[in-house]
């Protein structure tokens, strides 16, 4: 074939990629909608595929199907991009591998997974899921195709980032309008209304940590006057929803949130200190005042997890026992519960979602209410440090490349990292866990090569050699 039939060829490819990454693009932002199943009054429906005893919400069907469309577009885009590369006899192995080597250890913890199902000693469960959270293997391959996707759209559409990123922040502080309108008059809430992502406090105040930072970020770092406008009136709404919800885990992810977007503005010199200490008397201010009506326990929650820590470092005190209660008043005794279960089976796990009376080695314990832990009880210590592996690498390449940050690239890692600390505290999985690996994956910056110092006077002093020798 002629060059200009192969060039033609290419030119054809690649319009069908791009038009495949538009594609991806609408299931990333379907993915970042799922929130609106908290206004439904869709209640629950039950999980016929799994187990007829247990049920499943909406919004977990609303997922399943977002990444049923999304994974043969997912296989034509990257089908279609190697295809590319090979026909344009452009293809290097080495350089595809290395662009792309933060994949790896989440690919290995795949494959760990799927090897701990296996070895499940329920792996019918393992592999379709039970109980509420219902994180079988076929919900982790949706996480993958959720991850892939807004992977693959972060550097082939050229505003993907923002366009996430503001169609969250928007979404949530609609809902936060919402509610905020429904504790005004004192509506009654149906325990229907919050099904889906909001089926209890935990799962709403782990969403609400992220949507609270991402709002206080965008206001820190927005250039334009809409930003800023829209973000002034929406954080005082996420503020007040986070500190109402009463979840001392997305408080203190929130406050982490805060600290990360602190330190990223003065690292990368972006920070506006008059923003900041707006954006912080206005949390400071709604604080107080959630606090002195009493519609939160909030200092009472700090109070005791300072006391869970000095039993935990204390234990002849005699704290740390178990319990189902709030993030720090009681939960090291299920987290206690749940390493004795990892030091039974520390390889390959008890099997995937097998808690509540499922799991054999503490039929009484429930979700250990740490996202680390919970992974490392269903896949094994070595899945967990593939997946530490992971985030510390995405952290480092993000420091490497500090000079090459955006302002909403330092809020997607912020709120990225908000949700890290709130896993601490809870596993919220299907529910929240969508939108962390949607800004887990749009943040993860591109390797780009450090210019060596003073390569560019070099490259002046050399071409003044020249042009003199001439």
């Not at 990454?21 to 016929?48: D, E, H, R, W």
């Not at 003073?454 to 002046?460: A, E, F, M």
Request: net charge positive; glycine share 8%; hydrophobic share 50%.
């Amino acid at each position: 074939m002629t060059l200009s039939g192969i060039n033609k060829r290419q030119e054809t490819l690649f319009k069908i990629q791009q038009t495949t990454a538009y594609v991806l693009m609408a299931g990333v932002i379907l993915v970042v909608l799922q929130s609106f199943f908290c206004l439904t009054l869709l209640g629950k429906v039950s999980n016929t595929t799994s187990n007829n005893s247990h049920f499943m919400y909406y919004a977990q069907i609303y997922l399943k199907f977002c990444t049923m469309v999304m994974t043969p577009i997912l296989l034509l885009y990257y089908g279609i991009n190697i295809f590319r590369a090979l026909d344009g006899r452009k293809y290097k192995v080495g350089s595809l591998i290395s662009a792309n080597l933060i994949l790896i250890p989440l690919a290995i913890m795949l494959v760990w997974a799927f090897i701990a199902m296996m070895k499940s000693p329920d792996r019918h469960k393992s592999l379709y899921g039970s109980g509420y959270i219902n994180e079988g293997f076929f919900t982790v391959l949706q996480y993958g195709v959720v991850f892939l996707s807004a992977y693959a759209v972060k550097d082939a559409i050229k505003r993907a980032k923002e366009a996430a990123l503001w169609t969250f922040i928007i979404s949530a502080g609609v809902i936060c309008v919402i509610f905020v309108g429904i504790y005004a008059i004192d509506y009654s809430i149906p325990t229907k209304l919050r099904s889906g992502v909001f089926n209890n406090s935990n799962h709403f105040g782990y969403f609400l940590a992220m949507s609270t930072t991402a709002t206080f970020g965008a206001f820190v770092y927005s250039k334009k006057i809409w930003q800023m406008f829209l973000t002034a009136i929406l954080l005082p709404f996420n503020i007040f929803n986070l500190f109402y919800c009463n979840t001392l885990g997305a408080n203190l992810a929130y406050i982490g949130g805060i600290i990360f977007i602190v330190c990223s503005g003065l690292i990368t010199k972006k920070l506006d200190w008059r923003k900041l200490l707006f954006a912080l008397g206005v949390s400071a201010l709604f604080t107080l005042i959630l606090e002195a009506s009493g519609r939160t326990n909030m200092w009472a929650s700090y109070k005791q997890l300072f006391v869970d820590i000095g039993n935990v470092l204390n234990p002849s005190s005699g704290g740390g026992s178990g319990g189902n209660s709030s993030a720090g008043t009681g939960r090291f005794g299920l987290w206690k519960r749940t390493i004795s279960v990892i030091k039974k089976v520390p390889w390959f796990g008890k099997g995937l979602d097998l808690y509540y009376a499922n799991n054999i080695y503490d039929s009484s314990l429930d979700v250990p209410h740490n996202e680390y832990l919970a992974i490392a009880s269903n896949i094994g210590i070595p899945g967990l440090l593939m997946y530490l592996t992971a985030i510390v690498w995405w952290f480092v390449r993000a420091i490497v490349q500090k000079k090459h940050l955006k302002g909403f690239d330092l809020v997607l890692l912020a709120t990225a990292f908000a949700y890290l600390i709130s896993a601490f505290f809870g596993n919220s999985f299907t529910y929240t866990y969508p939108y962390f690996l949607v800004f887990f994956a749009l943040s993860i910056q591109k390797d780009r090569p450090l210019v060596p110092k003073y390569v560019k006077l070099q490259s002046v002093n050399d071409e003044a050699l020249s042009a003199g020798a001439v």
